[in-house]
């Protein structure tokens, strides 16, 4: 009597429990798209050929040295609830908190690998998201057809 009883609880449990629900984008409507004429930010050309990476740059265009963190976001473009959602870290990931010194009329290279992420990348619309300041959030934008 109590077997069937667990394996429709531990059933339930599985298949309620199990759902993915994506965070929405906390950037809001402050995001520049690539450039805020200071700070630019590019994925490099081609770096999407190779399956599961990614390189981006940061442009300083500006007259003072930026700093730019490791700290990023990818986040996905989800058609049906016209809107941006992060794409969630494996468990127990971080970012090291040194800062990358960006001279002016220079460029600072990073590189994400999709190795890092708790998720399954599907074709679909994305974009990196940085931030550098509370005033300052860039993105670029890529697409992945798998």
């Not at 805020?36 to 590019?42: F, G, I, K, T």
């Not at 494996?90 to 998720?119: C, H, Q, R, W």
């Amino acid at each position: 009597m109590r077997r069937p009883f667990s394996l429709c609880m531990v059933l339930l449990f599985i298949l309620t429990g199990c759902g993915y629900e994506p965070e929405s984008s906390p950037y809001g409507k402050e995001l520049k798209k690539i450039s805020d004429n200071d700070v630019s930010l590019r994925i490099k050309e081609n770096s999407l050929k190779t399956p599961g990476d990614l390189n981006f740059h940061i442009q300083n265009n500006g007259e003072e040295t930026v700093a730019a963190g490791n700290e990023f976001a990818i986040e996905k473009y989800d058609e049906k609830r016209e809107g941006w959602f992060q794409v969630p870290f494996k468990s127990g990931s971080a970012f090291t908190m040194e800062a990358m010194l960006i001279e002016p009329d220079s460029y600072g290279s990073f590189y994400v690998s999709f190795n890092d992420f708790d998720y399954r990348f599907s074709s679909g619309k994305y974009r990196i998201v940085k931030v550098f300041s509370s005033d300052t959030v860039l993105y670029d934008e890529f697409t992945l057809d798998k």
